[in-house]
């Protein structure tokens, strides 16, 4: 299973770059991995640890914006079609079969 946050933050006044990227740092040091720009995703054994990292998650908010999460099963992801250009290496790298250690 797959939890993805895809958020928009608003990163015009400095304080709100700086909330952007302390956000995107907290998603990365809890093992998520850029997807694209804004879209962050994380392999889970189940339901349980995907509402875990949904309230660690919900732990380190930015106050303004919009963070969105969505549950996927692995074979839901697999059936995703990128449109154009390619798979980043760390989609290439990192699938539901693999273990990966951080």
């Known amino acids: 299973m797959r939890v993805i946050v895809m958020f928009d933050l608003p990163v015009v006044e400095a304080e709100d770059r700086k909330a952007a990227n ?3 740092h907290d998603l990365i040091s809890e093992g998520f ?6 879209v962050y995703y994380r392999i889970v054994n189940g339901l349980d640890m995907a509402k875990k990292y949904e309230n660690r998650i919900e732990g380190f908010l930015p106050e303004k914006g919009q963070v969105r999460l969505l549950l996927l099963t692995e074979k839901q992801f697999a059936n995703m079609k990128v449109l ?12 539901g079969n693999s273990l990966t250690s951080l």
């Open 22 to 24: 302390r956000f995107r």
């Open 33 to 38: 991995v850029m997807m694209q720009y804004s």
């Open 84 to 95: 154009i250009g390619d798979i980043s290496p760390q989609e290439r790298d990192i699938s």
